[in-house]
């Protein structure tokens, strides 16, 4: 069933947005060979930003926190249920009238792509070094809160 906030809604930095509630997205994250890994998916061409990676997400539902929210979408997307994670510190990027949070989380067992089972929204699943970041092509979204996100890994890998 459709939420009362399915929908496109302008922020006021003039960007287009799906979800008139915000959104949410899980940023799963752990200790690579060199430095922090996060696990991203590519999207898929048809939807929005296509083609770019991002963190798996998507639009709040009336009323939810976006813990939940972001535990909803990976599980539609990734195919991820809540115990495979442990919830960490959010972010919060507030463009005004439109807010997109972060969670951070690491994953409470292993977790490798071949193991996820990616819905038609994403083309792919990968653990990206976050220090090779800047050499894909990344959601402007993440792209824009990245240097938040990265304090906030240095700080959780300490
Ligand atoms: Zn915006």
Redesign the pocket.
Known sequence: MLASTDGWTT?S?G?K?WGRAGAAGLLLHRDGVNGPEVLLQHRAEWSHHGGTWGTPGGALHEGESVQVGALREVQEELGLSPDDVVLGAVSVDD?GG?AYTTVLARPARSIEPSDLRLDGESTGAAWLPVDGLDTVALHPGLAASLHRLRSLLEDAGR
Request: aromatic residues 16%; hydrophobic residues 35%.
């Open positions: 922020c930095l960007h947005h463009h439109w």
